[in-house]
């Protein structure tokens, strides 16, 4: 019931006056985290409680499958007052294992007004369905949300906010983790992109992690995905973000 809601609330706010007396006070007047974040609105996933940190800590975008649109004004316009007034040091996009948005990319489930979030998701899977195509179906999903992140990480880094920050010497790092449902573990991406430059080698090693045929088996060389030749050819296709 919502009642309870309030009741804990008060609960909260008493138990955290009496660990900290000076807590609310201090907060009320300015907020300064150095972390933002952009996750999934699954409620499974909450910010502060994953990493640790109090209010005021992490400064939190969520939205269907932690996805990052350059025409999205209400994640663009979250990303330039963490970094431009706040000044954010880390951005994290983080994904988890298990996301029904991306299980329904993956799978081609329709789910409603949603499909059309989620597009930007199964444009990830067609974009990289040589490196996706020849895994089992769970492992197909749990790739596929690392690649949402990956991509994410991204599509955060080419936008103009981030741009404009490098550009007159922020520092400003984005992250690329994935959260496990199963054991509550965060994971590094490894896919940090902190300047420019780096941007299109740090995706293209991320991307390049997730191999286009099957791995070979004691057996001898399998190979599921087509022709190797082909995969080389177009290998810039999908190593290279999109702008
Ligand atoms: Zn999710």
Redesign the pocket.
Known sequence: MPHRLLSNNRAWAAATHARDPGFFTRLAQQQSPRYMWIG???SR?PANEITGLDPGEVFVHRN???VVVHSDLNALSTIQFAVEHLKVEHIFVV??YG????RAAMRGIRVGLADNWLRHVQDVRLRHRKRLDHLPPDEQENVLCEMNVIEQVGNVALSTVIQDAWARGQKVSIHGWVYGLTDGLLKDLRVTMDHPDGVVPVFGAAIKRYPRVAAPSAGGSLRAGGDVEDDEEDESADTAPRR
């Open positions: 999934c609105a699954d996933v269907v499958a932690n994904g988890h996301c029904a948005g991306v």
